[in-house]
């Protein structure tokens, strides 16, 4: 009897249409050693166009979509715009960027595989994760130290 939820696809009823185990005839043939170091490098440059994407997003689009906006608000005279439009010239442009980063991880994924590592996962999820840890840091700094609470918090020597 077939109750395994594997053997199933998670149904204890029978198994769904398409979803049985993959059953390959033989391993696929393993690329030169050249070709698997070529790959491995593309599979870096890859991580680090991901993480420069990711990293945009802690500051140049932000600092790039507030200028937009200043140049709406200067040119036109309303302040709402101005922010209307950098709020979702911002968004828009995050929305992409994901998109962007999304697809970067799947090329990645499979440039790792054709390098021979057995990835079965993508990378997105830890840079995000890292990104957004070294964004916030650099940010809290900005602000205790050079910005806003600084000058208040810090002694003066007049």
């Not at 939820?5 to 049985?20: N, S």
């Not at 990645?108 to 079965?120: E, M, N, P």
């Not at 070294?134 to 003066?156: I, M, S, Y």
């Amino acid at each position: 009897m077939r109750t395994d939820p594997t053997d199933t696809g998670g149904l204890f009823i029978g198994r769904r249409p398409g979803t049985g185990p993959v059953k390959y005839r033989s391993l696929p043939r393993a690329g030169s050693r050249l070709r698997r170091r070529l790959d491995a490098g593309l599979a870096a440059a890859l991580l680090v166009g991901i993480t420069a994407v990711n990293l945009s997003f802690w500051g140049p689009l932000p600092v790039a979509w507030l200028w937009v906006g200043s140049q709406v608000d200067y040119l036109s005279g309303s302040v709402t715009l101005g922010i209307f439009v950098a709020f979702v010239g911002l968004l828009f442009t995050l929305l992409g960027g994901l998109v962007v980063m999304k697809r970067l991880d799947q090329a990645w994924i499979l440039v790792r595989r054709a390098a021979g590592y057995d990835q079965r996962t993508g990378t997105l999820s830890p840079i995000f994760v890292l990104t957004a840890g070294v964004g916030g840091a650099a940010f809290t700094v900005w602000l205790l130290v050079f910005a806003g609470l600084g000058p208040t918090l810090a002694p003066r020597f007049t």
